[in-house]
């Protein structure tokens, strides 16, 4: 099952994989000039089972601020996995806890 939206132009060149204790692999990229994105990949097959390009717990378009908490949000995402969670969601004051920042996108921006 594939979770998430993307842009049809997400440019998908992996700045950092990690795999995660429970067994995922959480790739983060960067998104044109608009912010980060990740996938959490099956570690097992490497099949992308989430694909975040957008945070969906906040009114509009945000995406990650920076590499760095792209890839805090999907080893968070991938213990709610690991822990039966699906799908796993995530509320701002649980993203504010692992201090994630947004970047807000325009909608016509997003091409």
């Known amino acids: 099952m594939l979770l998430g939206l993307t842009s049809a132009n997400a440019q998908k060149a992996v700045n950092t994989e990690k795999k ?6 959480i790739k ?10 990740f996938d959490i990949l099956d570690g097992s097959n490497d099949k992308v089972i989430v694909r975040q390009t957008i945070i969906p717990c906040v009114q509009g378009i945000y995406r990650f601020g920076n590499d ?8 968070h995402m991938a213990k709610l996995m690991a822990k039966g969670v699906y799908p796993p969601t ?3 004051p649980q993203m504010d806890s692992i201090k994630v920042s947004l970047t807000f ?3 016509s921006d997003i091409k």
């Not at 995660?20 to 692999?25: E, M, N, Q, R, T």
């Not at 760095?68 to 080893?75: C, L």
């Open 20 to 25: 995660a204790k429970s067994g995922f692999i």
């Open 28 to 37: 983060s990229y960067k998104i044109d000039s608009l912010g980060y994105g």
């Open 68 to 75: 760095a908490d792209a890839q805090k949000m999907g080893v």
């Open 90 to 92: 995530v509320t701002v």
């Open 105 to 107: 996108v325009k909608p």
